[in-house]
Protein backbone atom coordinates (compact mmCIF):
# COMPACT_ATOMS: atom_id res chain seq x y z
CA UNK A 1 0.00 0.00 0.00
CA UNK A 2 2.91 2.36 0.91
CA UNK A 3 4.48 1.88 -2.68
CA UNK A 4 2.13 2.76 -5.09
CA UNK A 5 -0.06 5.22 -5.77
CA UNK A 6 -2.74 2.80 -6.51
CA UNK A 7 -5.72 2.90 -4.41
CA UNK A 8 -5.59 -0.03 -2.22
CA UNK A 9 -8.85 -2.87 -2.61
CA UNK A 10 -9.29 -1.39 -6.15
CA UNK A 11 -6.17 -0.71 -7.82
CA UNK A 12 -3.87 -3.04 -6.07
CA UNK A 13 -3.34 -6.15 -4.22
CA UNK A 14 -3.83 -5.15 -0.88
CA UNK A 15 -7.14 -6.75 -0.04
CA UNK A 16 -5.32 -10.24 -1.27
CA UNK A 17 -2.75 -10.10 0.81
CA UNK A 18 -4.57 -8.94 4.16
CA UNK A 19 -6.91 -11.77 3.45
CA UNK A 20 -4.16 -14.34 2.87
CA UNK A 21 -2.16 -13.02 6.09
CA UNK A 22 -5.49 -13.11 8.39
CA UNK A 23 -6.33 -17.02 6.71
CA UNK A 24 -2.74 -18.12 6.88
CA UNK A 25 -2.62 -19.37 11.12
CA UNK A 26 -5.94 -20.97 10.32
CA UNK A 27 -5.10 -22.94 7.20
CA UNK A 28 -3.25 -26.32 7.18
CA UNK A 29 -0.03 -24.69 6.45
CA UNK A 30 0.19 -23.12 10.11
CA UNK A 31 1.95 -26.16 11.77
CA UNK A 32 4.77 -25.82 9.32
CA UNK A 33 5.24 -22.21 10.27
CA UNK A 34 4.24 -22.49 14.11
CA UNK A 35 1.17 -20.35 13.78
CA UNK A 36 -1.74 -20.36 15.72
CA UNK A 37 -4.94 -18.42 15.17
CA UNK A 38 -6.33 -15.17 17.17
CA UNK A 39 -8.93 -15.70 19.83
CA UNK A 40 -12.31 -15.22 18.32
CA UNK A 41 -12.42 -11.63 20.36
CA UNK A 42 -9.45 -10.38 18.00
CA UNK A 43 -10.96 -11.96 15.29
CA UNK A 44 -13.71 -9.47 15.25
CA UNK A 45 -11.51 -5.93 15.57
CA UNK A 46 -9.05 -7.54 12.82
CA UNK A 47 -10.77 -5.75 10.07
CA UNK A 48 -11.12 -2.81 11.66
CA UNK A 49 -7.84 -2.46 12.28
CA UNK A 50 -6.89 -3.15 8.62
CA UNK A 51 -9.14 -0.63 7.53
CA UNK A 52 -8.35 2.29 9.79
CA UNK A 53 -4.73 0.97 8.50
CA UNK A 54 -5.10 1.00 4.93
CA UNK A 55 -7.34 4.48 5.49
CA UNK A 56 -4.90 6.45 7.38
CA UNK A 57 -1.96 5.35 5.07
CA UNK A 58 -4.00 6.41 1.75
CA UNK A 59 -4.50 10.36 3.66
CA UNK A 60 -0.61 10.07 4.31
CA UNK A 61 -0.18 9.49 0.72
CA UNK A 62 -2.73 11.82 -0.54
CA UNK A 63 -0.80 14.62 1.71
CA UNK A 64 2.67 13.33 0.66
CA UNK A 65 1.88 13.83 -3.35
CA UNK A 66 -0.17 16.85 -2.74
CA UNK A 67 2.90 18.91 -1.15
CA UNK A 68 5.66 17.17 -3.20
CA UNK A 69 3.93 16.38 -6.57
CA UNK A 70 4.55 13.09 -6.94
CA UNK A 71 5.32 9.73 -4.77
CA UNK A 72 8.14 8.69 -4.09
Not at 18 to 33: C, D, I, K, T
Not at 47 to 69: E, G, M, N, S
Amino acid sequence: MMRTEKVPFVQSTAAAVMGFGAWLPFSPLAPVFRLEPLPSGYVIYLPLVLLAYCLLVQFVKHIDIRRFKSWL
